[in-house]
T-cell receptor
Framework: AQTVTQSQPEMSVQEAETVTLSCTYD???????LFWYKQPPSRQMILVIR??????QNATENRFSVNFQKAAKSFSLKISDSQLGDTAMYFC????????????FGTGTRLTIIP | EPEVTQTPSHQVTQMGQEVILRCVPI?????FYWYRQILGQKVEFLVS????????KSEIFDDQFSVERPDGSNFTLKIRSTKLEDSAMYFC?????????????FGEGSRLTVL
């Protein structure tokens, strides 16, 4: 069974600074998807960024980028030029590539951006 | 922008009562999911649903749980006889494609409190 670990329950950073959220996972599979989801207070979870394990290039979405280290089973999220609207709970998640539609989530990191 | 909507936002019920949580997925989506999050714990997969049948379910999704799409728009989760440990936030999600290839869109959640 897959597991996802987020070791930082809470983080805070000054507005405009860069912050990195950590995520490690465990799986015996070689092909899979990894995700970062953001859940603002009292709002839906929304997808921030997705990485296919077979792609070596790290995914980027504007100010959001990942550092995917497949051998180390590490998938960190970097938020550059952080904004007040980035304040949210961030979840790292794993999904198998074949025949398995479930997301396995980490426990989340509560990120606060300080004005 | 299309959204997944869930009702009720909060339901309080007595142990042993039946509860139905409702979801309206995004209209052109084909895959539907329920997840739950017990307070302070991980978001956990319950069930996935496609083509009017369950495609996968977790160990949590026992005989007390059922899902259906009665009218082509709503997607419901029924808990037949609630237990205290069913108290959680329940999230509905939908996607256009299966698994990691399709982005999951989540609703805001329905908080269930079992007394």
């Amino acid at each position: 069974a897959q597991t996802v670990t987020q070791s930082q329950p809470e983080m805070s950073v000054q507005e405009a600074e860069t912050v990195t959220l950590s995520c490690t996972y465990d799986t015996s599979e070689s092909n899979y998807y990894l995700f970062w989801y953001k859940q603002p207070p009292s709002r839906q979870m929304i997808l921030v960024i997705r990485q296919e394990a077979y792609k070596q290039q790290n995914a980027t979405e504007n100010r959001f980028s990942v550092n995917f280290q497949k051998a180390a089973k590490s998938f960190s999220l970097k938020i550059s030029d952080s904004q007040l609207g980035d304040t949210a709970m961030y979840f790292c998640a794993f999904m198998s590539l074949f025949g398995n539609e479930k997301l396995t989530f980490g426990t989340g990191t509560r990120l606060t951006i300080i004005p | 922008e299309p959204e997944v909507t869930q009702t009720p936002s909060h339901q309080v019920t007595q142990m042993g009562q039946e509860v139905i949580l409702r979801c309206v997925p995004i209209s052109n989506h084909l895959y539907f999911y329920w997840y739950r999050q017990i307070l302070g714990q991980k978001v956990e997969f319950l069930v996935s649903f496609y083509n009017n049948e369950i495609s996968e379910k977790s160990e949590i999704f026992d005989d007390q749980f059922s899902v259906e799409r009665p009218d082509g728009s709503n997607f419901t989760l029924k808990i037949r006889s609630t237990k205290l440990e069913d108290s959680a936030m329940y999230f509905c999600a939908s996607s256009t494609l299966a698994g990691g290839t399709g982005e999951l869109f989540f609703g805001e959640g329905s908080r269930l409190t079992v007394l």
